[in-house]
């Protein structure tokens, strides 16, 4: 069966710190990932989505980029946070067969992002 | 930007109750998708409804889509404790405007319910 890791679950970090979440899925090839960010009783935002190694693609100008070194790996960062960037951070897999949205998502458990 | 919008923000009902939410949509769509969030946790696939579909049903849940209206509910029949959650619904919309359609989600339901 397919499984879906976040890491970490709740990260606390200064204004101007780097960043790097990472999500990593098994049990499935050549997903379709994502990254999404959620605020306080907010709907879900999407960041980043990436259909291959390599592959990116944004729609929300920002200060995080996203990285797929590997099949099966997914890497959200910044060099420089800003105060804007708290919130909760999903990362998410879908089969790559047809449209990605006309596919369920599969969700990480979310890493909890502080930015003091 | 936001394609589908739940109703209500919040339902509260008592365990054995029916839950019903709504969510409305703006633009066409091909298929519409219910996701469960329990409290700091991801979201959980429930029920995809494809555009041809008026309804569907997994075990205690079922979906209507009414495509004229650009509306769908959820309704959960006998309700548990644990059901108590974040309702969203999600509706595919172009995204980076390359031909390329994601799902876009509403802020959702919060459901409480009371023992």
């Known amino acids: 069966s397919q499984t879906i890791h976040q890491w970490p679950a709740t990260l606390v970090q200064p204004v101007g710190s780097p960043l790097s979440l990472e999500c990593t899925v098994e049990g499935t090839s050549n997903p379709n990932l994502y990254w999404y960010r959620q605020a306080a009783g907010r709907g879900l935002q999407l960041l980043f989505y990436?259909?291959?190694?390599?592959?990116i693609s944004s729609e929300v100008p920002q200060n995080l980029s996203a990285s797929r070194p590997q099949d099966r790996q997914f890497i959200l960062s910044s060099k420089k946070l800003l105060l804007s960037d708290s919130g909760f951070y999903l990362c998410?897999?879908?089969?790559?067969?047809?449209?990605?949205?006309?596919?369920?998502?599969?969700f990480g458990d979310g890493t909890r992002l502080s930015i003091l | 930007s936001q394609q589908g919008e739940e109703d209500p923000q919040a339902l509260s009902i008592q365990e054995g109750e029916n839950a019903t939410m709504n969510c409305s949509y703006k633009t066409s769509i091909n298929n519409l998708q219910w996701y469960r969030q329990n409290s700091g946790r991801g979201l959980v696939h429930l029920i995809l409804?494809?555009?041809?579909?008026r309804e569907k049903h997994s075990g205690r849940l079922r979906v209507t889509l009414d495509t004229s209206k650009k509306s769908s509910s959820l309704l959960i029949t006998a309700s548990r404790a644990a059901d108590t959650a974040s309702y969203f619904c999600a509706t595919p919309r172009s995204f980076s405007g390359a031909g390329s359609y994601q799902l876009t989600f509403g802020k959702g339901t919060k459901l409480s319910v009371i023992p």
């Open positions: 990436s259909v291959g190694i390599g592959q």
């Open positions: 998410a897999w879908s089969v790559s067969t047809g449209m990605g949205s006309n596919q369920p998502q599969h």
């Open positions: 409804i494809r555009s041809n579909e």
